[in-house]
């Protein structure tokens, strides 16, 4: 019978309760990883997983150990670790973190590895092999993960579940060129992240620093990328005023650009009277 048709058989008497996850996972006990490398096997394990019990995730947990590194840049293996990351306690999954230590840099900047690094800081950032493994990642050069294409996505969810010290670094990184960050189509999603999430002082900071640049705040509110900085910074509270009289002061300007009208829509200053905004500054 064809391995494909074997797992969809098997899946389909796990959803019909014909077939029990611990029935099914003594039929494949030994062969879990081998089986996590196809398509069709990552689908039966993944529901096979939702399906168990603790106990029972925790059997198939234990045959990746040894095989982290392999299953994470796997396209299909990946996502069975994925699954068991979101099914089990970080206790239980802490050797993922632990084997992916060395490979931090590679891991996130692969189309895989990088939403198991992004899973593992949403859902076990207090565990201490993913906070190595994080800082491992942070030592290297951040202003590079913060524009690469896989990259930045686990950089931002340090930004929201990090430590203090691990935020710290990425907002030291764009600091670097925060101006040059907020316009480009990955770091620009970090920087909105960081003044969405960051401390009440680390946030207004942020923001000052792109408002007292001349013009910023009309350069970006007219960029495809900038504009959802600066729908971030109107979030910060203690900046809010202030970022809506800038926009306000140059709304001319800003609505003969299609990213920039949307903006002021939102704000619903698109056909308010300069003056009625900026007088009341």
């Known amino acids: 019978r064809p391995f494909g048709e074997l797992c969809a058989a098997l899946v389909a008497a796990l959803?019909?309760?014909?077939?029990?996850?611990s029935s099914v996972f003594e039929n494949i006990r030994g062969s879990v990883v081998a089986l996590s490398m196809h398509a069709a096997g990552a689908a039966l394990l993944q529901r096979m997983l939702e399906l168990s019990r603790p106990d029972e995730a925790i059997m198939v947990a234990q045959e990746f150990r040894g095989a982290v590194c392999e299953a994470a840049f796997s396209p299909h293996a990946h996502q069975v670790l994925l699954t068991l990351v979101q099914c089990l306690g970080s206790s239980e999954v802490s050797f993922i973190a632990e084997e992916l230590q060395g490979?931090?840099?590679r891991c996130a900047q692969n189309a895989y590895g990088n939403t198991l690094l992004?899973?593992?800081m949403q859902f076990a950032p207090d565990d201490e092999g993913t906070r190595v493994l994080v800082d491992e990642l942070l030592s290297g050069d951040v202003a590079a993960l913060l524009g690469?294409?896989?990259?930045?996505e686990v950089v931002t969810s340090v930004v929201s579940h990090g430590t203090r010290a691990q935020q710290s670094l990425v907002l030291s990184a764009l600091r670097c060129n925060l101006h040059r960050f907020a316009r480009h189509r990955f770091a620009s999603r970090v920087l909105a992240e960081a003044l969405s999430y960051?401390?009440?002082?680390?946030?207004f900071a942020l923001a000052s620093e792109i408002?007292?640049?001349?013009?910023?705040?009309?350069?970006?509110?007219?960029?495809?990328?900038?504009?959802?900085?600066?729908r971030?910074?109107?979030?910060?509270?203690?900046?809010s005023k202030q970022a809506v009289y800038l926009i306000a002061k140059s709304s001319r300007r800003i609505m003969r650009d299609k990213y920039g009208m949307r903006l002021l829509q939102e704000l619903g200053l698109s056909g308010v009277p300069v003056t009625a905004v900026v007088g009341g500054a």
Request: contains cysteine; negative net charge.
């Open 15 to 21: 959803e019909s309760g014909a077939m029990t996850a």
């Open 103 to 105: 490979e931090a840099s």
């Open 118 to 120: 992004f899973q593992l």
């Open 148 to 152: 690469h294409k896989f990259a930045h």
């Open 198 to 203: 960051c401390g009440e002082e680390e946030r």
């Open 211 to 230: 408002m007292t640049e001349p013009g910023a705040m009309v350069c970006l509110a007219c960029h495809n990328f900038g504009v959802d900085v600066v």
């Open 232 to 239: 971030a910074l109107l979030h910060v509270p203690q900046a």
